[in-house]
């Protein structure tokens, strides 16, 4: 064995949301690709995400994006979630893809752009008191794309007021999470594009607001594992989006691109406190499927992070330490990689099978007929995608 | 006069290509935002584009982008064009928007979607045989996402013999122009990535194969007079895609993010014998205007390049080669600092209505009402788009 | 004129500190050349920034690295400055030249190097009682090079730990001012790598900790003037190093190799109350002359500051909320790039000798027979060096 | 068992070459640290490099650099390097550490710079006689740190020119490899900045000409195994220098930083064709020791190495090509991680013993008290460092 109990029983409360536009189509500026049995619904997509959770016992929980997956009575939509196996996640909002946020949302200049933006969020909370959702996730693609274009400081201070506004409505038991990025949509300057600007703008909320940390959204070469550390320490850390990049914000397969960055930032996260059940740490993906099938995509990411938690839970932490302290560079080095280079995949397929999962849940998925079955089913509508 | 009459004169030599997709709605994976006025035809790209030069006198040819600019005519397209002042110039291909090339065109591994990729330029060169086209400009999306996707190697041979049956169809007075792109839509390879993979595509190809560099195309961090001065020297930079960036291929308005980066890139232009008459270098540009106004924009991106190459042209280059020879390093970044810093404008200026031009393109072009007109003439129909 | 009085009034005010370590060798990793006259000693260096003083009266004060500037009589030494027309200035501590730093300082897990580190800033603030410097500046080489080397986590508290016990020995007229890198000498992982991390460990110290923003260590493509903004904002922006970079933390002179960059963050410490008589924000070069002459590379450096901040108190800064408000993306970003493409020289040159300064302070101190002086005078001794 | 006994077979014939002066102290330009037992000879340096291959097997050969491995009787060198086991490999020129080269060495403007640096090289290639050494490695710190210093254009011609003299020099079983490096000493232009310019200037020399590859001198983000295919396929790929690194050229243990993307450089290797007894490819390490210690730095190396080429020979190929062919991304994407993730370790231990080499070379050097005892020995003298 590889993978010992303990490891094995804390990998029993894993638990990663999935986002419910990972099912529907997306792609690049160039050219979004089309596949058969895409979801047409809100509905659609629960049913397509509660089949990764059905192979896999991950994934518990599907997030919603407004106005993407807005439907008339939400009750209704968390009962059709739970009959399908999952419950309704995080609270997604969308500053982005209407004419009016052209030049910002939340940091806009234009008040009654901001005065929208922060509507929109009101409207996110009510949503989130009928779907019993803990978090309202806040990514904003406020910038501007040419230097003079708008004032950046101006802008930092009507982003805390509009976030002000919105903490207050926010209830005792919901949060407020503040995504950042380095850019994109916006190529000059974006408002929110690091941890620190993140961090200092839900500090200013209160308890309730925390950073999102999404793995694609950094510069190039940037220690997202050291910004894990710290904001763990800061006791600020609310949510993962996780993905993988080789570039700029590939939006690939977690795991995908480099593995063991991957490993590092879970290491961490166990390392800080974020992982286990009192932890505040809320784990997403957040990734498009441009040229891959969605739903075992989808199955291929959920494995790739329980296999790198098993492999992070597995180091030999007092064995690092006491290294650590002999300040013997290459054992500690040797003890942290021999977790990394351990393959833990046979002992998950065992236990898993004690569990009632298959096996392989992504051989199983592909083997149950359902990629057919929705290809056959679901002609005609508007297949759903980032901007349906 | 900060500027001399030798430097007029060179500048009277002056054209850069519009494309014509330019004066079409773009934007980023999350949203294309639209404006009054876009054109809907052909035609009206290229009405647009004539403004550009009825203002600047620098934009007296129109590049088109097959499919997106298809006429059942294009004696009568050339002929529209003359009549507004301008002449149709470098043909585009696109194997981008296709289904048929998710997985690649003219590098994929599927013979077919080769095939088609192959008769697209073909018929591309029919029409550069119609429209008196002197280039054909590809530039490829090719490559993939994950490692494993498909075999680099392979790839790189199937494109090989994709372009030298092209290349073997290109007339005596017709060029084949490869483009290279870091990244993107590829995530993870990228068929022609560099310079590096352009030149030994095209070297192997013949004498009438040349690279294009697009400024926004490259690694941060790359020097790219560096590579002008390679290509030049290897008689194998054919065109540039002039644009600007602050992180990936942002495709912002020309001298936008690094105005001393566009003169030192016009300097080795110079330097090499890139510019003036017996020069094959093509200058293009290569924008997206997401939230500016298009025609003024590219104005303002023609104005830019004319501004800084009257910069780079009063460089006093004998003074420059005596403190290069004596190791002044201080005296030999001011003397190239000195012509960056002269303020050029108001000789421009001045120089232009010598020539029947406004002083003040800009301001003329908005003075003129041609804004106003387009936005209540063109009402209805489907405006023009990166995919349109 | 292109610079008005107003201007030209406030430039009156301006103050760049020099650093002592400019005067002496520096090089890479790979080579240090030596030159001719390079100082030998504190005072030699003090003689040396003077000279930078004396021809543009920007650069009234030097600023001090212990140990490599430790003398026994700190009044002598300030005496001696003084009588050369200058005065000293902060005092920037060392603690990565020593053998029992080799894995940390204020961050090590050792014990015995944090204590030694404390020690060495508690040395250094008795050396400021003397000198009369305000500020102490804490740049920590402080890192790991492999994952599992340390733990990341245990570090920031130790620094936390050692920077309070630092700072409860600051005098009340005193800052202690912490500056951040994003990698280097440690290239896995480092203490204080981004802006987010020097705030947050200032701010928990309190009133009188400040931020050094070093605009050579950030990641590529960061757009430093928003750290600016936000800094400012926060009212934490304590004082800047100056130089320039095209790639790593280059270490060139300040303007070199984007002088638009300076422009832009130029305007955002204007825009944002960091310059003028009451502003917080300490000036400083801190450059390399690693094939240039030290003594001219410091008077081009304080130039290009100079020059590039009349072009930023330039902007018609009305005009530009106007267009900003109007959503006039071309206007405003053509009202900033105005003040940036006007070229103040002449104007500075002309109001320079009416201060009693040479036109062209460059001309003037090669003129001036000195650099000939110090290479015959100063021969034999150790010249000094960035470890000397 | 994970790995195979065809894969067995092909890792008998490997075999790293090592760099004399990982042996030596080396650093950044802060700091350079010092440890007991450094070698102060080149034979001290072999002998060290001795034990490597003594505990591992993969070692057979030691790089030399000129001058700093220069002795009177190379004849003799290379009996006391046969008597411990190894032979003598490439020879490393040198055209960075002498004042002469302040401003360049092959691509120089200054004729007597040139010259010198040409005849070093004609040196070299005497030594390789003596020493029966294949290869001659050159790699240049030519380059410039401000725009306008030199001409870049007339130093790409300079360089062309350099190469070809001593190109007519080279034996006919000899080879002149050319090694290309982003940035760094030059921080403005580099001379060889790149794959491409590396490998035009070796195409124009002739057959017996090739690139050296080193993994750390991309820019961020560059997928190194694109090129490692591109070279292949050119007939090209002279060598490697192998190391690893997050930010710049940190020169950290080959598969530190990042193992997933040795083994996609190990997988292209194989590929096409660049591994096993009749490849053009030198493999060797090229890494400074900064932190750690130097032996059993090297040691943790060249096992990385082998333990990533196992993985990479266990690729299915057959699989991964019906899956490329099939478009079926994720399969592909899982067929080649499958063999990543593989846990290589015990098998290639047992298969060691069989070869009379410890299970762990690690732990076996550690214990025999080699360390100590040079410790002891190596008392006096001036130990060998990157300049020594």
Redesign the interface.
């Known amino acids: 064995m590889?993978i010992d109990a303990t490891t094995l029983a804390a990998l029993a409360d894993q638990a990663i949301e999935l986002p419910s536009w990972a099912f529907g189509n997306?792609?690049?500026?160039?050219?979004v690709?089309?596949t058969p049995g895409t979801p047409r619904t809100p509905e659609e997509k629960i049913a397509d995400a509660a089949q990764v959770h059905k192979y896999t016992g991950l994934a518990p929980t599907v997030a919603l994006h407004i106005p993407w997956d807005k439907v008339d009575d939400y009750a209704a939509l968390r009962r059709f979630a739970r009959d399908h196996g999952v419950d309704l996640g995080t609270i997604n909002s969308n500053t982005?893809?209407d004419?009016d946020y052209?030049?910002g949302s939340l940091a806009a200049?234009?008040e009654s752009a901001r005065r929208k933006a922060i509507d929109h969020h009101l409207e996110c909370i009510e949503i989130m008191n009928e779907t019993g959702s803990r978090d309202l996730k806040i990514w904003l693609?406020d910038g501007t794309?040419?230097?003079?274009?708008?004032?950046?400081?101006r802008r930092?201070?009507n982003l805390a007021a509009s976030l002000a506004e919105i903490y207050a409505n926010i209830g005792d038991d919901q949060r407020l999470v503040l995504e950042y990025k380095?850019?994109?949509?916006a190529?000059?300057?974006?408002d929110v594009?690091?941890?620190?600007?993140s961090?200092?703008q839900v500090a200013a909320l209160g308890e309730r607001a925390m950073v999102c940390l999404d793995t694609g959204h950094?510069?190039?070469?940037?220690?997202i594992?050291?910004?894990v550390?710290?904001l763990?320490?800061?006791g600020k850390l609310g949510s993962f989006d996780f993905n993988s990049?080789?570039?700029?914000d590939?939006d690939?397969?977690v795991g995908?691109?480099?593995?063991?960055?991957l490993f590092?930032i879970l290491y961490?996260v166990i390392?800080?406190g974020g992982y286990g059940p009192g932890s505040p740490v809320a784990f997403m993906l957040d990734q498009c499927h441009?040229?891959?099938?969605k739903i075992?995509?989808q199955i291929?990411s959920v494995l790739n992070v329980q296999?790198m938690t098993a492999r992070a839970l597995s180091v030999d932490t007092a064995a690092?330490?006491a290294?650590?302290?002999d300040?013997d560079?290459?054992l500690?080095?040797?003890?942290?990689?021999d977790a990394?280079?351990?393959?833990p995949?046979a002992d998950l397929a065992a236990w898993r099978e004690t569990r009632g999962l298959p096996a392989n849940p992504?051989k199983a998925y592909l083997a149950s007929g359902y990629q057919q079955q929705i290809a056959a089913d679901r002609v005609g509508g508007t297949q759903a995608g980032?901007?349906a």
Do not use: C
């Open positions: 590889s997306s792609g690049t500026r160039f050219k690709f089309g982005f893809q004419d052209k030049f200049t234009s693609a794309n040419y230097p003079g274009q708008d004032d950046i400081r930092q201070d380095f850019f994109e949509p190529f000059y300057h974006t594009p690091d941890w620190g600007t961090y200092v950094h510069a190039p070469g940037t220690n594992e050291f910004i550390a710290q763990l320490r800061l990049r080789f570039y700029a590939d690939l397969i995908a691109a480099d593995p063991f960055q590092r961490e390392r800080g441009n040229v891959e099938d075992p995509g291929r296999e690092l330490e290294a650590q302290r300040h560079v290459l500690a080095n040797e003890i942290l990689m990394f280079y351990t393959d995949r992504m980032w901007g």
